[in-house]
């Protein structure tokens, strides 16, 4: 089936070391989006990619879509304590219109 | 603005045991989804609803049953509690249009222990 991969599963930093988070679609994707969820809480979104090769940025954080719009990922550059918790990426299937969330990307910052 | 909010936030059942878990959301959007999290496995899509009065299965619909008898209601049954159901349960919502699903707006969650 349609699967979207994360990776890595767990990531431990320093505090002022940079994160990156990968996501792989096995699918193209109609769009890509990236939450992130704090320990105990829910998912809040941060930030919607449409167009092939896209770039934004969000102070620290800088996210990407592929060119060919099968992967994405989620820089994060100087992690700070507050950057601690579990990022998850979410694509729409082109083919089916379904949404498919990675499995997550669960970021420890050692201070 | 309460924007999605979940009821109950905590449950113990039994096996066999039968609930519901409401979801209502003020924002007026027309697509609501019911999501499980287990450890590892991400978030995983349980049943979703396009609009009052419709519901789709999404990836794991087995053991659960659904109802949108209002724009702004979305309801999750358990018939029969089973030990594998226990979970934390999401209810998200989300506007429709555009390119793909539109950012959904998610609930603090219901954390769901079947003894």
């Known amino acids: 089936g349609q699967q979207v991969m994360q990776i890595p599963q767990y990531q431990h930093v320093q505090e002022g070391e940079d994160f990156t988070t990968y996501c792989n679609s096995s699918?193209?994707?109609?769009?890509i989006q990236w939450y992130k969820q704090r320990p105990g809480g829910h998912p809040v979104f941060l930030i919607q990619?449409?167009?092939?090769?896209e770039v934004k940025k969000q102070k620290r954080l800088t996210f990407q879509f592929g060119e060919a719009k099968k992967n994405s990922s989620l820089h994060i550059t100087a992690t700070q304590t507050t950057d601690v918790g579990t990022y998850f990426c979410?694509?729409?299937?082109?083919?089916?219109?379904?949404?498919?969330f990675g499995q997550g990307t669960t970021l420890q910052v050692k201070p | 603005n309460a924007g999605v909010t979940q009821t109950p936030k905590f449950r113990v059942l039994k096996t066999g045991q039968s609930m519901t878990l409401l979801c209502a959301q003020d924002?007026?959007?027309?697509?609501m989804y019911w999501y499980r999290q287990d450890p590892g496995m991400g978030l995983r899509l349980i049943h979703y609803?396009?609009?009052?009065?419709?519901?789709a299965k999404g990836e794991v619909p087995d053991g659960y049953n659904v109802s949108r008898l209002k724009k702004q209601n979305f309801l999750l049954g358990l018939e029969s509690a089973a030990p594998s159901q226990t979970s934390v349960y999401f209810c998200?919502?989300?506007?429709?249009?555009?390119?793909?699903?539109?950012?959904?707006?998610f609930g603090d969650g219901t954390r769901l222990s079947i003894l």
């Open positions: 990619l449409v167009k092939s090769g």
């Open positions: 609803s396009v609009g009052e009065g419709t519901t």
């Open positions: 979410a694509g729409t299937a082109s083919n089916t219109g379904k949404l498919i």
């Open positions: 998200a919502s989300s506007y429709v249009g555009g390119q793909g699903y539109r950012p959904q707006h």
């Open positions: 924002m007026n959007h027309e697509y």
């Open positions: 699918t193209t994707l109609s769009n």
